[in-house]
């Protein structure tokens, strides 16, 4: 069956010369559909990088990434926004959420963006499984940590994304909360039926994982 | 059409409507004047000279016409002796207001189509779109449809891998007690040698029993005979019933089984086979820790699950076989795990039937240098 | 120390963008300071100096004071400077009339008598004239020749018998000469006069300034009572006391354009301050997290404030002598073409031509320094304390919080929200709303600003408009060409001007009318008469005002009727003689008078002060093109006080569609008539339309300079905030374009966050600003300032400033974004802190 997410040779370098840092350094990646992956690995190890360019967020030096089959960066810029907003699902560290919105529109800005209508059953059932149906209309800098995390899940997950890719998203957050989003994440993505691939530091996080790859110095050590 | 757009349009129709009108009486009043204006000429040309009546009302009525070039000429040149030329020809008498009537016409009926316009390119665009996404959603859908189709293929390739691995399995204690059988037939042997080799044949059997339990019960959760039924039940006595599955083993060992007080806590759960899944939990705990130690649990409330912590003060498990312990048939490497009984099989159940549920597992390292299992289990 | 400046050095490097922009802004506002104060300045400057050329300087003159007093008033203690002059004769001849006279070096120099050539006679018969003279008499000589002279010399306050004296040419005296009196002035030697004249019969004119008069005069009221009273004490008839009220005049300035000035310098300190603030206090935020840093590091709060300062004051010290010497290099110039403009247009008014001549000459040679200490000292002082009130502000900001708190500093959200509303759906358009409600406080300050900027705008273009200079000159003078009596009253040397004398032998007669009259293109001749007198209860000393009527003909009648603002009174209660029409400047000046007084007046006939008491029966607002006179009567009251001839103002009136050739020539016609009296002057409507036009010019020319310089200031303000906001947003506008927002709808929603700017600010400045211009319309109607009477709006202005506005907008989103896209998309994610 076909990879939901594939790179080939992807090659990422920062800076020359003494300074030269290889990012990402001639990795092969293939991520089935359905999989929850996660990619660990130190800091500096590439890892965001990485994710970045699964995302379309930044363009390689050389090398392929392909969604779904399709080379994604022979995609004009805004062909590339259109299918991020469609396929694919971010959720970062800190920071998600649009500070002048409240949590309602947080979670509906991507399906705004893209000039459809919210499906208000689907989107309810979300804010239900993440158990904030009673503060929509929370503004983001009255919630907690885990709170806003929860938040940028159900952003993630509202406009149905194929894909949702998730930069270190319990890494400001308590063992407890931490177990949480991450139990949360799985479950929704499992009954969805989306690919998760998330960056974590964290192996104890990585275990839940249904395959862990390890990245050192731009280049895949463990698949 | 929501309000809005309906407002807009209402908004942008009446200004049309107002130019139109506007131009339109602009248009008249200047007419009008028009008239008005001859009239007036006439009535003063013929105050200054009655008789003339009828000659001034053909010139102004147009009847009697001038008609060369030199008359217009002569005209002209008249006309700017006292001042008056072709400027001031435009800016009195109705023709401003006829301009301006007409330029409101003119501008209202143009705004009035590329109105139009605009908005037929709007519809347009909205129906390509519309068009892309619709075969984007439809690609979704066989991808989706193609995983569907994967996964059966998947399940009738672990049915086939599961009757290899269990027979597999098997092989090694009826081999032994085969082996048995054949030296106690061909030999004669002592009544020591006997009494050795029954012990033997005895663990064989008791083996057999152990992994044909073990695997009944995970292939009827692997192909499906056994379906979990969840229902909104008290954790407390699902937890009851997996500490007292794994109690007699551990007086055996005297390993206490301490639980923390806590308030129950409603969860959406199927009790027989939770409580088995902890059960495993508790039993590898039991089977690892050395004697006279102790088991702890922990509930505590999330906000969406509830978390259970099994904690015991064994050896611990290393980091790298730490996210392998819940593979199907996994047994760890290192020596005390290798030399007890086991079908590395207990913590792969807990795992699946845990996760059908939608809760969690997995272990960190204990306080103590122990292993801590985190369980969760959603409440809705 | 070192690491300070270090880090100070290094602060300015890094945000080498953001004090790019503060430095501009410096050195614009710096610009405009300098700019209004010192032209303001040194045009106040060269006018007095160009005074002092021009007029003869001293402050009054006695006469008929005895040599022994003359002697003794030199040393006086209060006299400045005195000179002396003692006039022996004169020689008339058929059309031209000599006089001889004697001046000391002082009285030389306070008359502004200079040479073209030679020397000033020094003894024995040298005499020192003007070229004119000769030529004037047919006589042809060089310095160091013979000439004969007519004299007779003064006896007994009479001319003695004609001699014919001869004298050496000892130097020819420069100026113009009096063409239409035909008189001239000769110098004679100390020598001539002691011959000439006995000691005792010597009668002196003193002329001098007085010591501690400085070179603005406010009233002259403290001059006169000193001058009086050195005369009384030296025996000087109140008679022979002449106060050069002139001179005086010219050095008076006006309180009120004083205070235009004041307010102008206000108006652009506080743009230039507005602006350098808000620079700083849009790029608050980051600068609050420096210092959350700085502190974290463990700098002490007199180090922040070191570092802080230092930064501030690098582009402080690069900015603004950058700004001064702008200025300075301008201002020279910008002066002179001022003055150059101006001198274009003046041209009914033979004196200000001159003076603007004479001023251009001092600029141009220098004479006139342009550039003062103390506009330097007042700039660089605004502009240091204004920054500093904006960099105080940070500063304090962070000291009040921890360091970890002043690092995640993201703006004053005082959290008083903690919900909202919000839309159930979202779009591009509700995102940028709630972008601009976030921090209104900004964006308005930002509209503010600008639109402050549009209303100025619109206000100048309001008054520019109304400002037409045909319908002001319209308001200032009738008809078409107008030839009046000269005349003026209280002027001790030339009596003749009074009006009591020159009524009794006037020159516009009728014969002159007649022949007024018979000149080529003319269509209507009005005559309106003319008298003149003391209030005699409410001003005797004709301090503040005079009695003085204009008589009108019938024709006026309308006017009269309908000028009337207070009271009424019809044509014929007026022409019964008991009632009067009063201006309402009267009221002004007289505050206690009112409706049914009596004014009683003492007015100047041939045949003696004649006493008429009026009621006051209307109160009439009338434009000067009507009479520049107190009280309106018909010419037949009048005529009954007295048989003079009281015509005064011609009025002429050409054809309709005259076209110019006939025009140019009835006005040649007209001139040559008026030519036959010295005692009649013309002029015409052309020229109060091009003195007009020329103003207004030069008011545009200013005024739309100004408002640019503003208005670059207002931009630069505008592109800090929009660069700002984008800015501290990065990671923000980052992550939303992680989840989907393409570059195109970054950009739209950018424009459209530019848009609701461009919108508010219209607004404001059309709006208000329309208003604005009106409410000016109205009070510079009230106060008669340039005669503006009807209100045009500026259309063609306003669009102008809707276009412009709207595509600096649209430039500065497309300029800011386009620099924005160029970083790329993680780095807006990675380095948002």
């Known amino acids: 069956m076909k990879a939901i997410l594939e790179t080939k040779d992807l090659v990422k370098y920062y800076g020359s010369g003494d300074n030269l840092v290889k990012a990402i350094d001639h990795t092969d990646i293939r991520v089935e559909p359905g999989e929850f992956v996660a990619v660990v690995g130190r800091s500096g190890s590439g890892k965001s990088t990485l994710l970045h360019m699964l995302g379309g967020l930044d363009r390689p030096d050389s090398g392929k990434v392909l969604v779904e089959g399709r080379d994604i960066f022979r995609l004009m810029d805004d062909r590339l926004a259109v299918f991020r907003r469609r396929k694919i699902g971010f959720i970062f560290q800190s920071y998600n959420l649009v500070p002048s919105l409240n949590v309602w529109e947080n979670i509906v800005l991507p399906i705004g963006l893209d000039g459809r209508k919210v499906d208000r059953e689907y989107v309810m059932d979300i804010v239900r499984k993440i158990g904030m149906s009673d503060r929509l209309h929370a503004l983001p800098g009255t919630l907690s940590g885990g709170q806003q995390q929860r938040v940028a899940i159900a952003r993630a997950l509202a406009s149905r994304p194929a894909i949702i890719l998730a930069d270190e998203p319990t890494g400001n957050l308590d063992s407890r909360t931490e177990i949480e989003v991450v139990s949360l994440l799985k479950h929704c993505v499992t009954e969805y039926g989306q690919t998760l691939v998330m960056i974590t530091h964290d192996e104890t996080i990585a275990q839940m994982a249904d395959r862990m790859i390890v990245i050192e110095d731009g280049k895949v050590v463990r698949s | ?380 | 120390m070192k690491t300070v400046t270090k880090t100070a050095l290094a602060n300015a490097r890094q945000n080498r963008t953001r004090n790019m922009i503060s430095g501009a802004a410096i050195i614009l506002t710096t610009l405009l300071i300098f700019m209004v104060l010192t032209v303001g300045y040194a045009s106040v400057k060269v006018r007095f100096a160009a005074v002092n050329a021009y007029y003869p300087p001293y402050h009054a003159m006695f006469r008929q004071v005895s040599e022994e007093d003359a002697g003794k008033l030199k040393s006086h203690n209060d006299m400045e400077e005195v000179g002396l002059r003692s006039d022996l004769g004169e020689g008339v001849d058929d059309d031209s009339t000599i006089l001889f006279l004697w001046m000391d070096a002082q009285a030389l120099e306070l008359n502004k008598i200079e040479l073209a050539e030679g020397a000033f006679p020094k003894a024995g018969n040298e005499i020192a004239l003007p070229e004119g003279l000769l030529a004037e008499y047919g006589i042809t000589a060089g310095i160091g020749d013979t000439v004969t002279l007519p004299l007779q010399l003064y006896e007994d306050g009479g001319l003695g018998y004609q001699k014919e004296d001869t004298f050496r040419i000892s130097g020819f005296l420069k100026g113009e000469i009096d063409e239409e009196n035909k008189a001239y002035s000769v110098l004679v030697s100390r020598d001539c006069l002691e011959q000439s004249v006995l000691a005792k019969d010597r009668e002196y004119r003193v002329m001098f300034r007085l010591q501690d008069v400085g070179e603005n005069v406010a009233t002259t009221d403290a001059i006169e009572e000193r001058v009086r009273e050195i005369g009384a004490d030296f025996g000087v008839s109140e008679d022979n006391v002449v106060i050069n009220t002139d001179y005086l005049m010219a050095n008076y300035t006006d309180p009120a354009a004083l205070f235009a000035v004041v307010c102008i310098i206000l108006v652009v300190m506080a743009a230039g301050v507005l602006t350098i603030y808000s620079i700083h206090y849009v790029s608050m935020i980051p600068k609050v997290q420096e210092y959350g840093k700085l502190k974290a590091m463990g700098a002490t709060r007199r180090q922040i404030r070191q570092i802080v300062f230092r930064e501030g004051l690098l582009v402080t010290a690069l900015s603004l002598p950058l700004g001064l010497l702008l200025g300075s290099i301008l201002a020279g110039p910008v002066i002179r073409w001022i003055y150059r403009i101006s001198g274009e247009g003046v041209q009914t008014n033979a004196a200000a031509m001159e003076m603007n001549r004479i001023c251009m000459k001092l600029l141009e040679q220098r004479q006139v320094p342009v550039l003062y200490g103390w506009v330097y000292i007042l700039t660089i002082l605004t502009v240091l304390v204004t920054v500093y009130l904006s960099l105080v502000k940070p500063m304090r900001m962070a000291a009040k919080i921890s360091p970890v708190e002043a690092m995640r500093y993201q703006g004053e959200i005082r959290e008083k929200k903690k919900e909202r509303k919000g839309f159930a759906e979202m779009s591009l358009v509700k995102l940028t709303r709630s972008n601009l409600s976030r921090n209104k406080k900004r964006s308005v300050l930002t509209i503010v600003t600008l639109g402050a900027v549009g209303i100025l705008f619109m206000a100048v273009a309001t008054v520019l408009s109304c400002a037409d200079p045909e319908e002001i000159a319209k308001q200032e003078f009738e008809g078409d060409y107008e030839i009046a009596v000269d005349s003026w009253e209280g002027d001790k040397m030339n009596p003749d001007r009074a009006w009591v004398n020159l009524m009794q032998n006037n020159p516009l007669n009728g014969e002159l009318l007649e022949q007024i009259r018979a000149v080529d293109g003319v269509e209507e001749v009005k005559v309106k008469t003319y008298l003149t007198g003391t209030l005699a209860d409410l001003d005797p000393e004709r301090e503040i005002a005079s009695a003085s009527i204009q008589g009108l003909d019938e024709s006026y009648r309308e006017i009269v009727e309908n000028c009337q603002i207070e009271g009424a009174v019809t044509w014929e209660e007026l022409g019964e003689g008991e009632k009067i029409l009063v201006s309402e400047d009267m009221l002004r000046w007289f505050p206690e008078l009112k409706l049914g007084d009596a004014v009683r007046m003492e007015l100047e006939t041939p045949e003696g002060t004649v006493e008429r008491t009026f009621e006051i029966a209307a109160v009439g607002e009338y434009p000067s093109a009507v009479s520049g006179s107190n009280f309106l009567l018909p010419d037949s009251v009048l005529a009954k006080i007295t048989g003079a001839d009281l015509s005064d103002i011609c009025v002429i009136r050409l054809e309709e569609g005259i076209g110019q050739t006939g025009r140019q020539e009835a006005y040649t016609n007209l001139e040559n008539l008026a030519k036959t009296s010295v005692y009649l002057t013309t002029d015409s409507f052309e020229k109060h339309v091009e003195t007009w036009e020329t103003a207004v010019t030069v008011m545009t020319v200013l005024g739309y300079a100004f408002l640019l310089i503003l208005g670059a200031v207002g931009v630069m303000n505008l592109i800090n905030t929009m660069v700002n906001s984008i800015y501290t947003r990065r990671r923000e506008l980052g992550i939303i374009q992680a989840i989907g927002m393409s570059e195109k709808q970054l950009v739209r929603m950018l424009q459209l966050e530019g848009l609701f700017y461009t919108a508010g600010t219209l607004l404001v400045a059309l709006g208000i600003g329309s208003l604005a211009g009106y409410g000016i319309f109205l009070y510079a109607k009230a106060e008669n300032m340039m005669n503006i009477t009807v209100y045009h709006y500026p259309g063609i202005q306003a669009a102008v400033l809707a276009v412009a506005v709207a595509a600096l907008q649209m430039i500065l989103t497309c300029a800011v974004s386009r620099n924005f896209r160029r970083m790329s998309l993680t780095d807006r994610i990675r380095y948002g802190e």
């Open chain 2, 1 to 380: 059409m929501d309000t809005g757009k309906r407002k807009r349009i209402a908004l942008a129709a009446g200004l049309f409507f107002l130019a139109l009108l506007v131009g339109l009486f602009l248009t008249g009043r200047a007419v009008w004047q028009e008239y008005e204006n001859t009239a007036r000429q006439m009535a003063a040309l013929t105050r200054q000279a009655p008789e003339e009546e009828a000659v001034f009302a053909g010139i102004l009525t147009g009847k009697i016409v001038e008609d060369n070039e030199a008359a217009a000429k002569t005209g002209m040149e008249l006309l700017e002796k006292y001042g008056y030329d072709l400027k001031d020809s435009f800016w009195g008498g109705a023709l401003p207001g006829m301009a301006g009537g007409m330029a409101l016409l003119l501008a209202a009926g143009l705004a009035a189509c590329a109105g139009l316009a605009w908005h037929s390119m709007r519809l347009k665009r909205e129906a390509r779109e519309r068009a892309d996404y619709l075969e984007e959603k439809l690609k979704e859908e066989t991808v989706r449809n193609q995983k569907m189709e994967a996964e059966l293929r998947r399940e009738e390739q672990e049915t086939k891998s599961l009757i290899t691995d269990i027979s597999h399995q098997l092989k090694t204690p009826v081999a032994s007690l085969k082996m048995s059988y054949e030296i106690e037939d061909s030999t004669e042997l002592s009544a020591e040698e006997t009494e050795e080799f029954r012990r033997k044949e005895r663990e064989d059997v008791e083996r057999l029993e152990h992994l044909l339990q073990a695997f009944t019960q995970m292939s009827k959760l692997e192909t499906g005979m056994i379906r979990l039924k969840p229902e909104k039940a008290g954790v407390k006595s699902t937890l009851a019933r997996a500490v007292a599955g794994a109690y007699a083993k551990a007086v055996d060992k005297n390993i206490s089984i301490e639980t923390e007080e806590f308030t129950d806590v409603a969860v959406v759960h199927d009790p027989g086979w939770t409580a088995e899944a902890i059960g495993n939990v508790l039993d590898n705990g039991v089977k690892y820790a050395p004697v006279g130690t102790c088991i702890t649990i922990r509930v505590s409330e999330l906000v969406s699950y509830v978390m259970i912590e099994v904690e015991d003060e064994g050896p611990g498990i290393p980091a790298e076989e730490q996210h392998r312990i819940f593979q199907r048939f996994y047994r760890g490497k290192a020596e005390a795990v290798r030399k007890e009984e086991g079908s590395g099989v207990g913590l792969y159940l807990t795992r699946r039937i845990l996760e059908e549920q939608g809760g969690t597992v997995c272990v960190k390292n204990g306080r103590t240098g122990g292993s801590k299992f985190v369980i969760t289990l959603p409440k809705e």
